[in-house]
């Protein structure tokens, strides 16, 4: 047995086990005691002094969200639902709205909060600007793959400029949830399979939403989502249970959640699922005993739309009425769309089932995000018509999304070089329903852009005019015109296109034909069990195939998509995501080689759905190998490799890089202060400028709880001219190189490391060291 020295360092954490069964009760210990770290003693006085003069309607008020309702400019609604949600706003029993935006529509609804409700307090304006408002840029997980945390900054900055000038002051991003699981269609919207990765760019997305100062009027209060494993739904199937144990929370859920709560996010949403039987918004273990007491959390969560409610389907509440006592005892400060606050909770404080304090709590909590937001001095700050008109659209905003499209393109192969395309002298047919699409590329949480108002791929290519250019659809994706609420219909049997594509391929020095998943194919609610090429695609490329292999995949999708045929048979192959309001110049400019492709998968790609879930940093198993060739006795498939098609991390670029003279310094070191310092020698070795993301994996051999076979501890993008040599340092240090136990203390324990550095999470540089 190995010497088990270990090291813990405090993290707080309360033991998993009474988050099993966390009590209806109210909390011993209320958050708002701890909240006190790093507050504003002068927000925190105004917002005593204002709570200490409402009444207890006026503080449920606060913990009320209704949606966007009426034509605002409009008369005021005599009857209904949209009069009730009037007369609440007037009476102050409105803490936000969400969908309501466009400078005149929230200086109507603030209107009416601020001058006719008795204390005027200011709303909060919530909209899901995921990956920019009105200027779309790429979705989460395409800008994920730049690595790029500056550029993933800036553009969260960007859309917090834009938002903001059309009223918005909060937005419900990022969302960090880590998901292994393709069949899933909301990994469009974060950062991948990887904590430390993902925690990196949540901590880069609330930096750029809510800057330096979130009193300034081009910056939003930012939200991390969805607290807590909504990603790990059962079979990748929207809203389903989730079932994780208390090793794989800590070590792979939480991180990103935590590392947003440091960087200062403002609000939390908590997530439709249950977690190991409660649901997360009435998990108190999640909401009060991680979140607001051990993390020091000082901000509000929202609930996920209707998901109070939700809990009477989950078979957690009895009624309405319970599920709003459920989730105010469990932590959950503002009520989404399920109007169980605002109906129940004042007479569930009379019967002494909720606690004032908690009321009190959570309404202080949303108080104070106003005030840091600088509502209270100026309610309309976010309402200048002039500087809506202004930024809305504006050239800088088009080119901060032309920039991190192009940043997130990943190069998955390109034999013989057959990319960058030259750009005179060759004739191109340019086939697929997605190549003159300019919807797709704006994704599915684009609700505040125009329809139909992205570049296509075919507008982008045609700013190339020494080539001959044809076009031809070939087949469509998808039926009809496609939505955010309804189910895509895919076109299965319509191939009427094909015979005037095979034609054009024929003539062709080479097809580029675009590929992949319609805007509202990923998403919310769009899981799939199949992850080819949708519809009639794959036997369009394969058709094409037969009469002319020099085809350039260009795929446009939301997810890791299955591409094994593809993948023998296509010598390029470029990921292309859905890109937003710019993809087609990123796509032009990357295919003829003015931006040389520098992204890494930020998630596996399988070679098969039966593989998923698939992720780099998997666990070794007692049986990895087969103990003599040919037997059954291992763990494996029969039909298939273990591995993925394409690994995490992995991207070409135009140029080549290689690595030498891997060096560790500290190779003894010990488990109480462990520092490491790990450098590579990096060389561009091809004939042109390019960037790296030069990546860092460890593994720790042996533990007290099994570890993964790698895991990400360190990268960085690095550019280099031809020819040049660089040399790469990382640090590891206490943080990178422990892990939580199943005691949930975070530990760094003695014994043998292996150090990978290199281009893709299946590097062979590596190197071994020790701690004591
Ligand atoms: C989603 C959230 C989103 C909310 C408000 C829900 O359906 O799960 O992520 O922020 O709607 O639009």
């Given at each position: 047995?190995?010497?088990?020295?270990?090291?813990?360092?405090?993290?707080?954490?309360?033991?998993?086990?009474?988050?099993?069964?966390?009590?209806?009760?109210?909390?011993?210990?209320?958050?708002?005691?701890?909240?006190?770290?790093?507050?504003?003693?002068?927000?925190?006085?105004?917002?005593?002094?204002?709570?200490?003069?409402?009444?207890i309607e006026e503080k449920i008020g606060q913990m009320n969200q209704y949606n966007g309702f009426w034509d605002l400019t409009g008369p005021k609604p005599a009857e209904g639902d949209e009069a009730k949600k009037y007369e609440h706003l007037s009476k102050g029993w409105v803490g936000s709205m969400l969908n309501v935006r466009g400078v005149k529509d929230v200086k109507a609804v603030q209107k009416i909060a601020v001058e006719e409700s008795r204390l005027g307090i200011p709303l909060i304006i919530g909209f899901d600007v995921i990956h920019g408002y009105k200027t779309m840029s790429p979705i989460p997980l395409a800008e994920s793959a730049s690595w790029d945390l500056k550029a993933i900054e800036k553009s969260a900055a960007v859309a917090a400029q834009e938002a903001s000038a059309a009223g918005i002051n909060w937005t419900f991003?990022?969302?960090?949830?880590?998901?292994?699981?393709?069949?899933?269609?909301?990994?469009?919207?974060?950062?991948?399979?990887?904590?430390?990765?993902?925690?990196?760019?949540?901590?880069?997305?609330?930096?750029?939403?809510?800057?330096?100062?979130?009193?300034?009027?081009?910056?939003?209060?930012?939200?991390?989502?969805h607290f807590a494993g909504y990603g790990f739904s059962e079979s990748g199937r929207d809203y389903n249970t989730v079932d994780v144990g208390s090793s794989t929370l800590n070590n792979i859920i939480f991180p990103p959640f935590r590392a947003a709560t440091d960087a200062g996010v403002r609000t939390f949403m908590n997530s439709f699922n249950e977690l190991n039987g409660i649901p997360a918004t009435g998990n108190k273990f999640l909401q009060r005993d991680i979140l607001k007491n051990d993390w020091k959390f000082s901000g509000f969560i929202v609930s996920d739309w209707g998901s109070m409610t939700e809990m009477i389907n989950h078979g957690y509440a009895e009624d309405d009425k319970d599920a709003a006592?459920?989730?105010?005892?469990?932590?959950?400060?503002?009520?989404?769309?399920?109007?169980?606050?605002?109906?129940?909770?004042?007479?569930?404080?009379?019967?002494?089932?909720?606690?004032?304090?908690?009321?009190?709590?959570?309404?202080k909590r949303i108080l104070r995000v106003k005030y840091e937001l600088g509502l209270f001095d100026d309610p309309y700050k976010y309402c200048d018509e002039a500087r809506e008109k202004e930024i809305?659209?504006?050239?800088?905003?088009?080119?901060?999304?032309?920039?991190?499209?192009?940043?997130?393109?990943?190069l998955l192969k390109n034999d013989n070089n057959l990319l960058p395309l030259k750009k005179e002298g060759v004739s191109i047919a340019l086939i697929g329903g997605l190549a003159s699409?300019?919807?797709?590329?704006?994704?599915?949480?684009?609700?505040?852009?125009?329809?139909?108002?992205?570049?296509?791929?075919?507008?982008?290519?045609?700013?190339?005019?020494?080539?001959?250019?044809?076009?031809?659809?070939?087949?469509?994706?998808?039926?009809?015109?496609?939505?955010?609420?309804?189910?895509?219909?895919?076109?299965?049997?319509?191939?009427?296109?094909?015979?005037?594509?095979?034609?054009?391929?024929?003539?062709?020095?080479?097809?580029?034909?675009?590929?992949?998943?319609?805007?509202?194919?990923?998403g919310e609610g769009r899981s799939r069990t199949a992850l080819g090429l949708p519809g009639v695609q794959q036997e369009l490329l394969e058709e094409l195939y037969k009469v002319n292999n020099n085809i350039v995949l260009v795929l446009n999708n939301g997810r890791p998509l299955v591409l094994d045929w593809a993948d023998k048979h296509i010598p390029a192959i470029l990921e292309a995501w859905q890109l937003g309001s710019q993809s087609g110049n990123a796509i032009a400019q990357v295919l003829y080689g003015d931006y040389n492709p520098s992204a890494k998968l930020p998630m596996s790609f399988p070679r098969s759905v039966g593989q998923?879930?698939?992720?780099?940093?998997?666990?070794?198993?007692?049986?990895?190998?087969?103990?003599?060739?040919?037997?059954?006795?291992?763990?494996?498939?029969?039909?298939?490799?273990?591995?993925?098609?394409?690994?995490?991390?992995?991207?070409?670029?135009?140029?080549?890089?290689e690595y030498k003279d891997l060096k560790i310094e500290g190779i003894n070191t010990s488990s109480a202060t462990p520092n490491i310092k790990v450098s590579v020698t990096l060389t561009n070795s091809g004939e042109r400028q390019g960037k790296e993301v030069v990546q860092l994996y460890i593994r720790d051999h042996f533990a007290s709880v099994t570890r993964p076979v790698k895991e990400l501890k360190g990268f960085e993008l690095v550019s280099l001219e031809s020819k040049e040599t660089k040399q790469v340092t990382f640090e590891l240090d206490s943080e990178t190189l422990g892990f939580f136990n199943n005691q949930n203390e975070w530990v760094v324990e003695s014994g043998t490391f292996t150090v990978f550095v290199g281009g893709s999470s299946d590097t062979s540089t590596k190197a071994d060291f020790e701690i004591k």
């Open positions: 047995m190995k010497n088990r020295t270990i090291i813990i360092i405090v993290f707080g954490l309360v033991l998993f086990i009474s988050g099993c069964n966390p009590s209806n009760e109210s909390p011993k210990t209320l958050a708002v005691e701890n909240a006190s770290v790093g507050l504003n003693s002068e927000i925190e006085a105004k917002v005593d002094s204002l709570l200490s003069i409402m009444t991003a990022p969302m960090v949830d880590i998901s292994r699981d393709a069949r899933w269609g909301r990994v469009m919207e974060g950062a991948g399979e990887d904590p430390f990765l993902g925690s990196k760019i949540a901590i880069a997305r609330v930096k750029g939403f809510q800057g330096d100062n979130l009193a300034k009027n081009n910056t939003i209060a930012a939200c991390a989502k006592k459920i989730a105010a005892n469990a932590g959950s400060d503002m009520d989404m769309e399920s109007y169980v606050y605002i109906e129940h909770l004042a007479t569930l404080v009379k019967e002494g089932k909720v606690k004032e304090d908690i009321i009190n709590d959570a309404a809305t659209g504006s050239k800088e905003i088009h080119e901060a999304a032309l920039d991190m499209a192009k940043k997130s393109i990943v699409d300019k919807d797709s590329p704006l994704g599915s949480w684009r609700i505040g852009a125009d329809d139909n108002s992205a570049v296509s791929v075919l507008e982008g290519m045609q700013q190339y005019k020494e080539n001959s250019l044809l076009y031809t659809k070939g087949a469509d994706v998808s039926i009809g015109k496609t939505s955010f609420v309804s189910e895509t219909k895919i076109n299965t049997t319509d191939k009427s296109g094909f015979e005037e594509a095979i034609q054009a391929a024929k003539n062709a020095d080479i097809v580029v034909a675009v590929l992949g998943e319609v805007g509202f194919q990923s998923v879930p698939i992720y780099y940093n998997y666990k070794n198993t007692g049986r990895p190998k087969a103990s003599d060739p040919g037997t059954v006795f291992w763990t494996h498939y029969s039909d298939e490799q273990n591995t993925p098609l394409y690994v995490f991390g992995h991207g070409l670029s135009y140029t080549t890089f």
